[in-house]
């Protein structure tokens, strides 16, 4: 089970930082990844972090704004979400990838486990 958290409504140019706590197994071993989808659009990949944490993948409407982390002693991983803009307000969910490379990073239906979403509002 994912729990995705930390997110709220900003105004642009400001952070947030996502959490998404694990529980039930281990994730230490598998790709975690932030998705996000907005009203009336598809979702969209944002992030990925290898198992190791040693590889990282990010969208380009995001590089340089946004990192991905994660601790595998606490099952958690996160999303540092910097100079944010009105069109990164989305509901931002935390997926886990059954497997520890960054091999097919950026398709949602690679991923097997789901957060339940957590909501950014940005305003301008």
């Known amino acids: 089970q994912l729990q995705a958290s930390g997110g709220g409504s900003v105004q642009a140019g400001g952070s947030l930082r996502l959490s998404c706590a694990a529980s039930?197994?281990?994730?230490?071993?598998?790709?975690m990844g932030w998705f996000r989808q907005a009203p009336g659009k598809e979702r969209e990949f944002v992030a990925a972090?290898?198992?190791?944490?040693?590889?990282?993948r990010y969208a380009d409407s995001v590089r340089g704004r946004f990192t991905i982390s994660r601790d595998n002693a606490k099952n958690q991983a996160f999303l540092q979400m910097n100079s944010l803009k009105p069109e990164d307000a989305a509901v931002y969910y935390c997926a886990v990838q059954r497997m520890g490379l960054l091999l097919r990073p950026f398709n949602a239906a690679e991923y097997k486990y789901w957060g339940q979403g957590t909501l950014v509002t940005v305003s301008s």
């Open positions: 972090i290898s198992a190791s944490g040693a590889a990282t």
């Open positions: 039930g197994r281990t994730f230490s071993d598998d790709v």
